[in-house]
């Protein structure tokens, strides 16, 4: 039975027992009048079916409470996770932008370095073709 099913069953019983307990010129304990003209059609509750009911929606009651502070924490675990997932984009991108940065001053300063030693390689190379040949 769902959790409003069981809400209304156990309103619908405790109105009953009410309407059971009621005594003709006795003040209602609801509402303190003296005539009880819509207590045709009670229905018959025990205690003990009541007390089951009630029971039942305590229990229900409890889990949806644990099942609330569950959603609530998976909530925050998601936001936490969410967080670093964009902090970490954010450092990816950082650290990019950092390696261009140092590649481009790294071949700004060491290309005539690096062009003049290709081109000693190579001419070496290419003498040690011509002196095989």
């Not at 209304?8 to 309407?19: F, V, Y």
């Not at 819509?38 to 089951?52: A, F, M, R, W």
């Not at 502070?69 to 990019?96: G, P, R």
């Amino acid at each position: 039975m769902a959790h409003e099913e069981k809400i209304k069953g156990r309103r619908r019983l405790m109105i009953a027992q009410l309407q059971a307990e009621l005594e003709e010129n006795e003040p209602c304990p609801v509402c303190g009048a003296l005539e009880h003209p819509s207590v045709d059609g009670i229905e018959n509750i025990s205690y003990e079916k009541l007390g089951i009911l009630l029971k039942e929606i305590d229990e229900s009651q409890k889990l949806l409470a644990t099942l609330l502070e569950k959603n609530k924490q998976l909530n925050q675990l998601t936001s936490e996770i969410t967080n670093n997932l964009v902090s970490k984009s954010a450092e990816k991108e950082q650290a990019i932008k950092n390696f261009s940065l140092l590649y481009r001053e790294f071949i700004s300063n060491y290309s005539d370095i690096f062009h003049q030693h290709l081109m000693n390689s190579s001419l070496k190379g290419l003498f040690k073709i011509w002196k095989v040949l």
